[in-house]
């Protein structure tokens, strides 16, 4: 399975941007999607995932209320609405299949290559 993320870019702090995450080889429906993001010398952290249904959805707390995630399995693409951006969400962002709708990236199998997103003053 190949995951490409997408949509990431240079944005002003209260922005927003939109990141899609398309898998191909497999379909995506049979699996929960998590986004991570990595910041420059800080680790791997979980940013939010999604059942396999859609039904289910879990944020960290620095992302709650400002970023949404959502499915359209008929196009096997995941989407992260990412509102009200502040600096500190300046990342490489990724994407990731499980079998589960987990918080800890070891439970994910699959991953896509990552998009930058940079937030500005």
């Known amino acids: 399975v190949q995951l490409q993320a997408s949509g990431g870019g240079l944005v002003q702090a209260g922005g927003s941007l939109r990141l899609s995450c398309a898998a191909s080889?497999?379909?995506?429906?049979?699996?929960?999607v998590g986004w991570f993001r990595q910041a420059p010398g800080k680790e791997r952290e979980f940013v939010s995932t999604i059942s396999s249904s859609g039904r289910t959805s879990s944020y960290a707390d620095s992302v709650k209320g400002r970023f949404t995630i959502s499915r359209e399995n008929a196009k096997n693409t995941v989407y992260l609405q990412m509102n009200s951006l502040k600096l500190e969400d300046t990342a490489v962002y990724y994407c990731?299949?499980?079998?589960?709708?987990?918080?800890?990236?070891?439970?994910?199998?699959?991953w896509g290559q990552g998009t930058q997103v940079t937030v500005s003053s």
């Open positions: 080889g497999r379909t995506v429906s049979r699996y929960a």
């Open positions: 990731a299949l499980s079998l589960v709708a987990a918080q800890t990236a070891t439970a994910y199998d699959y």
